[in-house]
């Protein structure tokens, strides 16, 4: 498995300890990435991971560093509230180290500068509201 693929796979992997068992608001029942197939009515709220860009950032030789954005888009149920979408995005960056003075709880090579949050509300017959996390990750790349 190539470095790109150990970092997705890691992050999903952070993203299921998201339960009230562990500390967090949010109660997540799943974590898919973009080929998963869930049921057509997976239980809420539940996160769909992708990343939405992977860009060199230096060179040396056979190494590159790059920069991985990630899309976590959470649905929720239309009957939640503003709350939920704030707790969750919350939840996401304490998951990932945001606030953690201890390092070696920060998720590796985490860009702490690079979140935005994006909600999305049900219109239309729709059925969930959704929030989009971005962050960004750095991770080396060897290439031979």
């Known amino acids: ?3 790109a693929a150990q970092v997705t796979k890691a992050l ?3 993203l299921e300890l998201i339960r009230p068992a562990n500390g967090y608001h949010t109660d997540l029942k799943a974590v898919y990435g973009p080929q998963d197939k869930p049921s057509e009515k997976p239980p809420l709220p539940y996160a769909l991971v992708r990343w939405a860009s992977d860009v060199r950032t230096d060179l040396a030789v056979t190494q ?3 920069a991985r954005s990630f899309e ?7 009957a939640c509230d503003e709350e939920e979408l704030d707790a969750v995005h919350v939840d996401i960056l304490r998951c990932l180290g945001i606030g953690q003075d201890q390092p070696d709880r920060k998720f590796p090579g985490l860009l702490e500068g690079e979140d935005e949050a ?3 509300w049900a219109s239309n017959g729709e059925t969930t509201h959704s929030i989009t996390i971005t962050v960004g990750v750095q991770y080396a790349q060897t290439y031979n």
Do not use: G
């Open 1 to 3: 498995m190539n470095k």
């Open 12 to 14: 999903r992997d952070q």
């Open 64 to 66: 590159a560093l790059r």
């Open 72 to 78: 976590i888009e959470v649905f929720f149920s239309k």
């Open 118 to 120: 994006i909600p999305r």
